[in-house]
């Protein structure tokens, strides 16, 4: 199995055009519940190539992305090396680099699933100013949705690594305990992409669990896409839909 902070590398294409964003109704709920200012310190871990860390910034807070992929940390570099209130550490939730005490709120979007929970929690207790608090934000594939409900299926038959990385494992009762003894709360906002077939095809490319491209396992996985995709266009695309979750809260009873 790839070792974690090597799994996206050939994925950072794939990954930036056609992995969804978040809400920007989350994003108001995150800022009014940790009561940021301008003088707000954010550290997102896990930052990828800046895809939350993007909304973050567009509100002009000081954001720093804690990443340990090369490819993806160089793309957020590239992309927001205009941008005076953005830095970027090589780095893990396990060992960020930040300096003790020095961070107002804690951001990991699509990534807690990869974190060592026990020496992360140590290390955020680290960097958290006392008052500092946490948000773990995943765009989760809404499977109530009979398209959703048979993508998971194709992913189960055609993903060897699917149910070995697959973040939706994760329950709220794991996260909780991430939290404990301190106060997590949890709210879900709708979220969805409108695809072609190309579209359809690259995001299922970007997931780290998919077979290679040029294999005789991923053209069988694309033998099934295609016939998913015909069954549910209209107008030539799909609509991908998610239940964006937002766990918010602090270590502090």
């Known amino acids: 199995m790839t070792q974690s902070t090597r799994r996206f590398s050939d994925r950072v294409t794939n990954y930036v055009r056609y992995r969804p964003s978040y809400p920007q109704t989350l994003v108001d709920t995150l800022i009014s519940y940790c ?15 800046g895809t939350f860390s993007e909304l973050l910034l567009n509100r002009h807070y000081r954001v720093t992305g804690v990443e340990p992929n090369k490819e993806m940390r160089e793309t957020a570099e590239h992309q927001y090396s205009a941008k005076s209130n953005f830095s970027s550490v090589d780095g893990t939730s396990e060992s960020t680099g930040l300096k003790d005490c020095s961070v107002d709120l804690i951001t990991a979007a699509q990534a ?21 608090s ?25 993903a060897a690594e699917y149910n070995r990385v697959n973040h939706m494992n994760i329950t709220d009762d794991n996260v909780a ?15 969805a992409q409108q695809f072609d077939l190309d579209g359809f095809l690259g ?3 970007s997931a780290s669990y998919t077979p290679k491209q040029n294999t005789a396992e991923y053209q069988d996985l694309e033998v099934v896409a295609r016939r998913l995709f015909n069954k549910y266009k209209e107008n030539e695309t799909i609509v991908f839909e998610y239940q964006t979750s937002l766990y918010i809260g602090s270590f502090n009873e």
């Open 35 to 49: 009561k940021l200012s301008d003088q707000s310190v954010i550290a997102d871990i896990g930052s990828g190539p």
């Open 112 to 132: 807690f699933h990869w974190f060592d929970l026990k020496k992360t929690r140590e290390e955020f207790n680290r960097i958290l100013k006392p008052d500092g």
């Open 134 to 158: 946490i948000a773990v934000i995943w765009n989760q594939r809404d499977l109530s949705r009979p398209l959703q409900i048979e993508y998971d299926q194709m992913l189960r038959q055609h």
């Open 177 to 191: 305990d991430f939290f404990s003894p301190g106060r997590v709360e949890k709210q879900v906002f709708p979220n």
């Open 203 to 205: 995001r299922i490319n």
